[in-house]
């Protein structure tokens, strides 16, 4: 039992929770701010899919690791424009839209993969993103270890988060994203166009999650695999509803869902005798419900998410 | 998805079929072979059957083509246009599909079939195989107990079925025998295809102290790689991939199998058997690729004569379905 709680102040431990939180933050940063300008968008484990193909393929085809997540981040937000122009202007069920776009987003992964590559038994490589000691910081005991030598994109993850919760927060940009989720009537009156901003949030929401998927091929694995994103979008809708819609809350939700995954692998190996390894692996989901059950309780919902906006309609 | 049926496909296959019917000689040399597989092609243990047919129909023995990617609700229906289209034998994996997989074989008594399965054979045209690379992961586990300094080893499985267990406790037996008291650590990642959980598996466990894991999961070495450990690959040769890393590999081959039902068929023997030894070491239908660079050479030696015990039918390594802990 003391080795089970010793696991918890080991710096390894930590480090992978930040491993394994990375595309977890990315992708709830991208489903919060569609969500924050009232369009859900369902479609984020296609995109998240496709980014993962499109910036390994970039790499692959002799491109630079920062050049692959930027033409992941353009895909994802062609996506995102797609889902934006067919649920925002044409106002179509946001459920049903995004579904599709995942279907569409990982059938056409799967067909460009499979025409750009012939068929092999091992997928091929690239050379990932490899672990970037801080200098100064990495040193320190512990903490170094479990948070100054991560790899790049894990990094620009936590700046996103800061960055996307300024804008939203304390930036007249953010107050229309936000008043757009709330009541696009009133946007309306202020002048704005609640349409545009609708859709200009969908599309960089969509290159975030599209960034998320990437971080997958080109820092934690150096290959594509077209199932390989496993669920993890559906994840991140249901921190943001865990989150309660604060880009502060999701880094919160994404370290802690990445903590009950870390800790569980390391759990299965500890705990001895009779304890079925599925038990261990749902943890992290377990887990999430009832933190979704406490945290929903304050919970604020965007009033106008998911009703499409239609001028002069009341 | 490549291979998706259509009208137009289908017609300009039945258009490609006409020569074949018109000249009937021609047509009986070659065994015409359909797969089906449930995952993509390059899915490890897809990719060894896969390479075996490719190579088959290489050599001129049968005629390949395949679909990918064919999910369970779809897979009956994909069974019946092959033997609709008049393919010999057709190749698949029914865990997901039992019932129905046997009902088509059942509405096709012509036609052979050859299932990844985790039933037993029916009738006279449904044959199963099991994987058996066990005795390859011994084999492994004999050198890995001499190359582990910390005397700790992991192994990261993808789900605990019959078939990844058995492969498991085989590498642990193997380690067992020259090295008694190691210690065993273990973890299953609940997906097949997520190579980064693999990974965290891996390191979760060297953490803990393994310096040799055995990867049932592509992934797994990349945790191994990234902490200067050991790791083993299975079913195919991840050496290439990994130098330095994996320095053994439980190699699963799968033309033994195909050999053999190919003959059936083409002996109007029968199909609905059970065709698992045809993987096993005797048959070729599994083997240990090992690099022998800082192995001490007993090691290998001792290796080499449990090896030839195995072939020749005097040592049988153990077959234990049991969840590894």
């Known amino acids: ?314 | 998805m490549t291979y998706r049926f259509s009208r137009r496909f289908i017609l300009a296959a039945t258009a490609c079929l006409l020569p074949a019917i018109a000249s009937p000689a021609l047509a009986a040399d070659k065994i015409k072979v359909a797969g089906i597989h449930a995952s993509p092609v390059e899915n490890a243990w897809n990719s060894r059957i896969h390479e075996a047919l490719q190579s088959a129909a290489d050599d001129g023995v049968i005629e390949y083509v395949f679909s990918e990617g064919v999910s369970g609700t779809d897979y009956a229906r994909a069974m019946r246009e092959y033997a609709e289209q008049g393919h010999d034998l057709i190749w698949g994996e029914s865990y997901a599909v039992e019932n129905e997989a046997r009902q088509v074989a059942k509405d096709y008594p012509d036609v052979a079939f050859l299932m990844g399965s985790s039933g037993g054979p029916s009738g006279d045209n449904f044959g199963v195989f099991g994987t058996r690379n066990h005795e390859a992961a011994y084999l492994a586990g004999m050198l890995a107990g001499n190359v582990s300094k910390s005397n700790t080893f992991g192994s990261v499985g993808g789900y605990p079925i019959p078939e990844v267990n058995l492969l498991i406790n085989a590498f642990r037996d193997g380690v067992r025998e020259v090295n008694p008291d190691a210690t065993f650590l273990n973890g299953f990642i609940g997906a097949w295809f997520d190579p980064p959980k693999a990974k965290e598996a891996a390191i979760a466990q060297i953490d803990a102290g393994a310096d040799v894991i055995f990867g049932e999961r592509i992934g797994t070495a990349d945790g191994a790689k990234e902490n200067n450990v050991l790791a083993i690959g299975s079913l195919i040769d991840y050496t290439p991939r990994y130098p330095g890393t994996v320095f053994a590999n439980a190699i699963w081959n799968f033309r033994p199998t195909v050999d053999a039902i190919v003959a059936d068929v083409k002996a109007g023997n029968p199909v609905g058997k059970d065709y698992t030894e045809f993987s096993f070491m005797k048959h070729g239908g599994n083997e240990l690729i090992f690099v022998s660079d800082n192995i001490p050479a007993d090691a290998i030696s001792a290796m080499e004569a449990k090896q030839k015990a195995i072939k020749d039918g005097s040592f049988e390594v153990p077959i234990n379905t049991d969840e590894p802990s």
């Not at chain 1, 692959?68 to 062609?78: E, H």
């Not at chain 1, 869902?257 to 749902?282: I, K, N, S, T, W």
């Not at chain 1, 989901?285 to 001028?311: D, E, F, G, N, T």
Request: aromatic share 10%.
């Open chain 1, 1 to 314: 039992m003391m080795e089970a709680v010793d696991i918890l102040f080991s710096a390894s431990l930590w480090g992978a929770v930040l491993r394994i939180a990375t595309p977890l933050i990315f992708g709830t940063l991208g489903a919060l701010i569609c969500e924050r300008s009232g369009v859900l968008n369902l479609g984020i484990e296609g995109i998240m899919t496709l980014g993962a193909m499109v910036a390994w393929m970039t790499v692959f085809q002799g491109g630079g690791l920062w050049t692959g997540l930027l033409v992941a981040a353009l895909c994802g937000g062609m996506f995102g424009l797609l889902h934006a122009v067919l649920t925002v202007p044409l106002g179509l069920s946001q459920h049903v839209t995004g579904l599709g776009i995942t279907l569409f987003a990982s059938s056409l992964t799967y067909y460009i993969y499979r025409l750009a590559l012939p068929v092999s038994s091992s997928p091929p490589t690239i050379e990932p993103f490899q672990p970037l000691a801080i200098p100064g910081l990495s040193d320190i005991p512990f903490f170094g270890e479990a948070l100054f030598s991560q790899t790049a994109p894990t990094y620009l993850a936590i700046l996103a988060i800061v960055v996307t919760a300024y804008i939203l927060i304390r930036t007249p940009l953010g107050l229309a994203i936000r008043m757009t989720g709330e009541n696009p009537h009133a946007v309306e009156a202020q002048g704005l166009n609640p349409t545009r901003i609708r859709i200009g949030a969908v599309v960089v929401g969509s290159a975030l999650m599209a960034i998320g998927g990437s971080f997958l091929t080109t820092a934690t694995f150096n290959s594509f695999f077209p199932t390989m994103v496993q669920g993890r979008g559906w994840v991140c809708i249901a921190l943001v509803v865990f989150a309660s819609w604060r880009p502060g809350k999701a880094l919160l939700g994404a370290l802690l869902f990445a903590l009950f995954d870390a800790y569980q692998l390391r759990l299965q190996h500890v705990v001895e005798g009779g304890v079925p390894y599925q038990l261990f692996l749902m943890v992290p989901y377990v887990l999430s419900i009832v933190a979704l059950i406490v945290m929903s309780r304050r919970a604020r919902v965007p009033q106008a998410l998911m009703a499409p906006y239609r001028k002069g309609e009341r």
